[in-house]
C-alpha cells in the first residue's frame, strides 16, 4: 500500500517568499497530483505529474521518480495563495482511486 | 462549463439519525469518486463508480453507508445511523474517461465544493 508523507505540516511565510512543499510516496506510481484547497471550498488540481517537471504561473511542479519524490514552489507567493496544497498519487490497477497526503496548510502574510 | 454539484453545502445531525447527500458531476464524465475528508487529514475515498456501476467500494463502511448512481449520472451518498466519527467532509468528484488515455490520465478530474457533516 503506498504511502504519501508531505512536508511541512503547517507553513507560515512572509509576502513575496520562495515556497517549497515537499511530497514523498513509498511504491512506484503511475501520475501524482497536486491539489489546493482554499477554506470551506471545494479542491482544485493544480498540476498532474508522471516526470520532470510543470510551471503554470507562479507554481512550478518536479517530480523525481526514481527518488519517489515530487516538489511544488511557489515563485512571489501572496496572501491569496493561502490554502491547503494536497499531494495525491495514482498507482494504477484499474480500481484504485487517488491515495492522498494529508496536506500542507498554507499561511501567507501580507 | 459548470462544475461538480453538491448539496447541501453543510448539514447537522445528532448521532443516531439519517442523512444524505447528493452529487451531479460534469456532464459526460462517466467517473464519480465519493471522498471523506477528516479534519486534518487527506480526502479518504469511499466509493468509486463507473457509469452506474461499482468499481471499488472497499473502503466504504457498509454496514451504516451506501451510495448509488443508478441512472449513471447524479449520484447519493447515505449515511444511516451517523456517529460522531462520521463529522467530516464529503467530496464528490467526477472525470472523463478516454477511449485509449492511460489510466492514470485522470482527465478533467474535478472536485465538487464538498459536504460539511457535523454529528452531534
Known amino acids: 500500500k503506498n504511502e504519501v508523507e508531505q512536508s511541512p505540516q503547517n507553513l507560515t511565510a512572509q509576502e513575496g517568499e520562495f515556497i517549497t512543499i515537499n511530497c514523498s510516496y513509498s511504491?512506484?506510481?503511475?501520475?501524482l497530483h497536486w491539489l489546493q484547497q482554499h477554506p470551506g471550498g471545494g479542491i482544485v488540481s493544480l498540476f498532474m505529474?508522471?516526470?520532470g517537471k510543470k510551471k503554470h504561473g507562479r507554481l512550478i511542479a518536479t517530480i523525481n521518480i526514481q527518488e519517489k519524490h515530487s516538489s511544488l514552489h511557489i515563485t512571489a507567493s501572496h496572501p491569496r495563495d493561502s490554502a491547503v496544497y494536497i499531494c495525491?498519487?495514482?498507482?494504477?490497477?484499474?480500481?484504485?482511486?487517488?491515495?492522498f497526503g494529508k496536506g500542507t496548510h498554507l499561511i501567507i502574510q501580507p | 462549463e459548470a462544475g461538480v454539484a453538491q448539496s447541501p453545502r453543510y448539514k447537522i445531525i445528532e448521532k443516531r439519525q439519517s442523512v444524505a447527500f447528493w452529487c451531479n458531476p460534469i456532464?459526460?464524465?462517466?467517473?464519480l469518486y465519493w471522498y471523506q475528508q477528516i479534519l486534518g487529514q487527506g480526502p479518504k475515498l469511499l466509493i468509486q463508480?463507473?457509469?452506474?456501476?461499482?468499481?471499488?467500494d472497499s473502503q466504504l463502511p457498509k454496514d451504516r453507508f451506501s451510495a448509488e448512481r443508478l441512472k449513471g449520472v447524479d449520484s447519493t451518498l447515505k449515511i444511516q445511523p451517523a456517529k460522531l466519527e462520521d463529522s467530516a467532509v464529503y467530496l464528490c468528484?467526477?472525470?472523463?474517461?478516454?477511449?485509449?488515455?492511460?489510466?492514470?490520465?485522470?482527465?478533467?478530474?474535478?472536485f465538487g465544493s464538498g459536504t460539511r457533516l457535523t454529528v452531534v
Open positions: 511504491v512506484g506510481i503511475s501520475a
Open positions: 456532464s459526460g464524465h462517466a467517473t
Open positions: 468528484a467526477s472525470s472523463l474517461d478516454r477511449k485509449g488515455a492511460p489510466q492514470w490520465d485522470l482527465y478533467g478530474y474535478t
Open positions: 495525491a498519487t495514482y498507482s494504477g490497477g484499474g480500481a484504485d482511486g487517488l491515495t
Open positions: 463508480f463507473q457509469n452506474n456501476g461499482v468499481v471499488d
Open positions: 505529474l508522471s516526470s
